[in-house]
């Protein structure tokens, strides 16, 4: 059974950094084909897909987020971490990250992590 976890700060201030972790246990983060995914959602919105890092490591983000996003990937650690520059309170959300076995299906999720950013 795969499980992933989000880690990081609850409380980030404007114009910082949001730096997040997903630890993965019960599987590889490198097996083929695995596709890692940050989605966030927003108060009272829909979800909303950031980036994906796939098995290979190669990358692809959003359009509208890719200048202020970063997905990287430990693989020592198993882990997969997310960085979205600039913040601002705009960027209040419960992030997610996510695996699937393809570039369009989801088949585990972490439980999401409260991101809230505020002076």
């Known amino acids: 059974q795969v499980q992933l976890q989000e880690s990081g700060p609850g409380l980030v201030k404007p114009s910082q950094t949001l730096s997040l972790t997903c630890t993965v246990s019960?599987?590889?983060?490198?097996?083929?084909?695995?596709?890692w995914r940050w989605i966030r959602q927003p108060p009272g919105k829909g979800l909303e897909w950031m980036g994906t890092i796939q098995y290979s490591g190669a990358t692809v983000y959003s359009p509208s987020l890719k200048s202020r996003t970063s997905i990287s990937r430990d693989t020592s650690r198993n882990q997969i971490t997310l960085q979205l520059s600039s913040v601002t309170p705009e960027d209040t959300a419960v992030y997610y990250c996510?695996?699937?076995?393809?570039?369009?299906?989801?088949?585990?999720w972490g439980q999401g992590t409260q991101v809230t950013v505020s002076s």
């Open positions: 019960g599987g590889s983060i490198t097996t083929s084909p695995t596709f």
């Open positions: 996510a695996r699937g076995q393809s570039l369009v299906a989801v088949d585990y």
